[in-house]
């Protein structure tokens, strides 16, 4: 992302006749674009092919024996609400996994058309949007969600966790931020997707960072300014203690569907209970898969 940023001032300022075009198109990204609420993929024939992009198969070489694991099938006329944990910093294992076709999702699970949910504020970043665009993510806005699963034989990634999971990452730890966040269940039960749980074992191990756990004057300071940059912004930047990421495995596993019924307006008994449900299939599926995968850690849910 920050990348971006430096083309986008370097052509601003060395190249004069790029100058109006890219204030126009700045202006545009940040004011009236709407396109992250619709994907590209309605009108871009190519995104399959920028998902196989030969630069994605080197990032995965980066993290040895990933893969893709499939503990039941997906048939393809139902939507799906596939849901990803832990958040983590980067969440890694679902761009190998889910995102892209590194760990070769449409070979594990054919005729699935999905698109992958991030925030408003990644649409915000010059260049950076249209890669991503490119790739089939939309924005997580709840008009977004609601409108995409509406469509026959749409998907969508999602991590329910997000800025508040991604402040427990450490290595070591499987903390998922769960138990309060019933927004994503009743989007599913209001367009009838099928609720997937997802885990990426390997995600927290990626990096260490400065978390409420961390020892020290200063440690506690700075993830106390996390904690209120999270709550003022939406989102969290979790201070790192390492530049690059740990070489570690991503595991990607994909639960059974949990199928809803479809209610315009359910209540709020009728959302907790298929939450509760949800919660049930992703600590079982954990348990199953936390000794092969895990390394035996356990899942602490909040």
């Known amino acids: 992302m920050l990348l971006s940023y430096i083309l986008f001032f370097y052509l601003l300022y060395n190249h004069p006749r790029t100058r109006i075009p890219l204030i126009l198109y700045y202006t545009y990204i940040q004011f009236f674009d709407v396109q992250p609420s619709k994907s590209w ?9 920028c998902r196989n992009w030969a630069c994605w198969k080197l990032a995965l070489d980066y993290f040895p024996n990933s893969k893709l694991v499939k503990t039941a099938p997906l048939p393809p006329t139902k939507n799906y609400l596939i849901c990803y944990h832990p958040h983590g910093i980067i969440s890694m294992g679902l761009q190998l996994g ?93 367009t009838g997707a099928s ?18 756990q961390s020892t020290g004057f200063f440690s506690q300071k700075l993830y106390k300014i996390q904690v209120w940059c999270m709550k003022k912004c939406s989102f969290s930047a979790p201070l790192l203690t390492q530049f690059f990421p740990n070489r570690v495995s991503l595991i990607c596993v994909v639960g059974a569907p949990i199928d809803v ?14 939450h509760a449900q949800y919660v049930k299939a992703l600590v079982d599926l954990y348990e199953k898969h936390k000794a092969e995968h895990g390394n035996g850690v356990e899942l602490e849910l909040t």
């Open 195 to 212: 609720l997937v749980p997802c885990l990426g074992f390997g995600e927290n191990d990626l990096f260490s960072t400065v978390d409420n």
């Open 41 to 49: 993929r309605h009108w871009w024939p190519y995104y399959e092919r």
């Open 98 to 190: 889910l995102a892209l076709n590194c760990l070769d999702f449409t070979s594990v699970f054919p005729s699935i058309t999905r698109s992958v949910c991030t925030l408003v504020a990644s649409f915000k970043f010059p260049f950076f949007r249209e890669l991503i665009l490119m790739n089939g993510y939309v924005d997580c806005n709840r008009h977004t969600l609601k409108s995409t699963l509406s469509l026959p034989g749409e998907s969508l990634v999602l991590v329910p966790g997000g800025a508040n999971e991604a402040l427990h990452s450490q290595p070591g730890k499987f903390k998922l931020h769960i138990l309060k966040r019933f927004g994503f269940v009743k989007v599913a039960i209001q």
């Open 261 to 274: 019924e479809k209610v315009a307006d359910p209540s709020v008994e009728l959302v907790g209970k298929v």
